[in-house]
Nanobody, 120 residues
Framework: QVQLVETGGGLVQAGGSLRLSCAAI????????MAWFRQAPGKEGEFVGA???????RYSDSVKGRFTISRDNAKNSVYLQMNSLKPEDTAVYYC??????????????RGQGTQVTVSS
């Protein structure tokens, strides 16, 4: 069974940092695009950023310059380093894997999510 398991969420003060991890279980995704999405209460899911199989990264304008995505194919994992966090970053963050890059929230695989709460 293929799973994406996110860890690293929590409560942090505005201006702080968190690092989310996503581990793939059951298959390798070294050639896939790995992305992070987030969903706040009452809002649609939002693209945060992605890293392609070739290592190219893309970010939403709302996180550009503050968030960094990286991957370690040897560990079958992807990471989201979040700095200068703002209360509006509060959401459930999901890891996702897809055969190609897209900002649309319909990836082939998606994890259960991890809660990030930023207090003001």
């Amino acid at each position: 069974q293929v799973q994406l398991v996110e860890t690293g969420g929590g409560l942090v003060q505005a201006g702080g940092s968190l690092r989310l991890s996503c581990a793939a279980i059951g298959r390798t995704f070294s050639g896939h695009t790995m992305a992070w999405f987030r969903q706040a209460p009452g809002k649609e899911g939002e693209f945060v950023g992605a890293i392609t199989g070739g290592g190219n990264t893309r970010y939403s304008d709302s996180v550009k310059g503050r968030f960094t995505i990286s991957r370690d194919n040897a560990k079958n994992s992807v990471y989201l380093q979040m700095n200068s966090l703002k209360p509006e970053d509060t959401a459930v963050y999901y890891c996702a894997a897809n055969r190609y890059f897209t900002t649309t929230n319909n990836y082939d695989y998606r994890g259960q999510g991890t809660q990030v709460t930023v207090s003001s």
